[in-house]
């Protein structure tokens, strides 16, 4: 057993902390503010390699693992969730491509996802199908053999409705599956198809500057050759995505945790009541070990499930593990970061006002934690 970083590792664990305290916590005080998307530091990081981090090199990526993508996020979710999220979803996207494309897809996209000219999107959830990914309304039919017609809404999709985003994966039913259950295939729907619209985007709590919103498809029309996968495993293919998916919601957990432990620390030292600092007072340092012991437990497992995934090992019950273990403790983090801040954690002006409105979402994204325990159940034979 080794738990050593890798040199590359260690260096690349280094580039992203500079990186992020230099360029993304200001664009992460400019995106609260303004709520645009952070064009010019996509593509600074793009230019770092980053957008193209786990793509092949022979399509322009950077090639690098699960486990060492895992370390960089944690280094850049630290400081702006709100900008991992971004990229956590492009990745997402990107390895789908890679995994289940055709090599003339592959061609396509993968160059353009890997210089980040492209932004990825994920295109599952429905106003009636969230948690039930399975209960899908939009449909997919075939158009002669030139094609299929796409009709359905899509709701909260992320990275949808910037001006770079392209490529999206459309999850549409195709049909009846033989035990009664609908067929569900993945599309690749270019931004510039006719009938595709972009419908209402929301007014969030936080992760602001990051694009969510409702997409419209309306007779849209797609050639058959935009099939990204096998016909009728869509769902399967989507949710394998999705182990990485909650392996990284595991360390954004983890991140969550070592700012509200930082944020805490300093904020309980500086600040004195009673003629002494909060951090003399046991109650306020037992949350502050609290955050400490979580954050160190919670990477080694995500670590090691993130090992796992690189392994090409199955990781189904750990990843879901790994989910719900890290956003629950975060979560705990969050408001007792909040606590150690007294009133001053209520405004606008202190950092750890945004990690409380950041946290609560870790629970709901990529499937809700619920939804994890219920998947972790099934896997321990209930
Ligand atoms: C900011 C944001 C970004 C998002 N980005 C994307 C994206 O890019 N692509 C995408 O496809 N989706 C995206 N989503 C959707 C997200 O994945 C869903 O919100 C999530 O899966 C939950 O679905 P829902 O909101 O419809 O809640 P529901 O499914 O309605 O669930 C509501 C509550 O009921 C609980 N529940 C549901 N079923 C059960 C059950 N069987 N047992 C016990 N409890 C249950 C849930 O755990 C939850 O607490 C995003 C959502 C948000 C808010």
Not at 29 to 36: A, K, L, N
Not at 40 to 61: H, N, T
Not at 97 to 112: F, N, S, V
Not at 238 to 264: D, K, P, Q, T, Y
């Amino acid at each position: 057993m080794n738990f050593e970083m890798t040199d590359d590792q260690v260096e690349i664990q280094r580039m992203v902390r500079s990186f992020a305290e230099a360029k993304v916590a200001p664009a992460q005080e400019q995106m609260d503010r303004d709520h645009e998307f952070p064009a010019a530091l996509w593509k600074e990081w793009s230019d770092l390699g980053m957008a193209g981090i786990m793509i092949p090199s022979e399509y322009g990526g950077s090639g690098i693992d699960s486990l060492t993508y895992v370390i960089a996020m944690e280094e850049l979710a630290t400081v702006s969730q709100t900008f991992a999220l971004i990229w956590q979803v492009h990745v997402l996207v990107a390895n789908m491509y890679a995994d289940l494309g055709t090599p003339e897809q592959k061609e396509r996209w993968l160059p353009i996802f890997a210089r980040g000219e492209k932004l990825a999107a994920f295109c599952l959830t429905e106003p009636g199908a969230g948690s039930d990914a399975g209960g899908l309304r939009t449909k997919a039919v075939r158009d002669g053999n030139e094609g299929w017609i796409i009709n359905g809404n899509k709701i909260f999709i992320s990275n949808a409705g910037t001006p770079i985003s392209d490529g999206m994966v459309v999850m549409a039913t195709t049909g009846d599956r033989s035990d009664g259950r609908k067929a569900i295939s993945c599309f690749i729907v270019p931004a510039a198809t006719p009938g595709f619209t972009l419908g209402q985007s929301f007014t969030k709590m936080a992760w602001h500057g990051m694009d969510n919103r409702e997409l419209v498809f309306e007779d849209c029309c797609v050639p058959a050759d935009n099939m990204l996968g096998e016909e009728g495993r869509g769902l399967r293919q989507a949710l394998g995505g999705l182990n990485l998916g909650r392996i990284v919601f595991g360390i954004l957990g983890v991140a969550m945790i070592r700012a509200c432990l930082e944020e805490s620390l300093s904020y309980a030292k500086g600040r004195s009541q009673f003629g002494q600092p909060l951090s003399s007072f046991q109650l306020t340092q037992a949350k502050l070990a609290d955050m400490a012991t979580h954050a160190e437990a919670v990477r080694s497992f995500v670590h090691h499930v993130a090992w796992l995934h690189a392994q090409g090992r199955p990781c189904h019950k750990e990843a879901a593990m790994a989910k719900l273990i890290g956003t629950r403790l975060s979560t705990q983090a969050a408001l007792d970061a909040f606590q150690i801040h007294g009133g001053y954690g209520f405004m606008h002006e202190f950092r750890v006002n945004r990690l409380h409105r950041e946290s609560k979402i870790l629970e709901i994204g990529e499937g809700t934690n619920e939804i994890q325990q219920l998947l972790i159940a099934r896997e321990l034979g209930c």
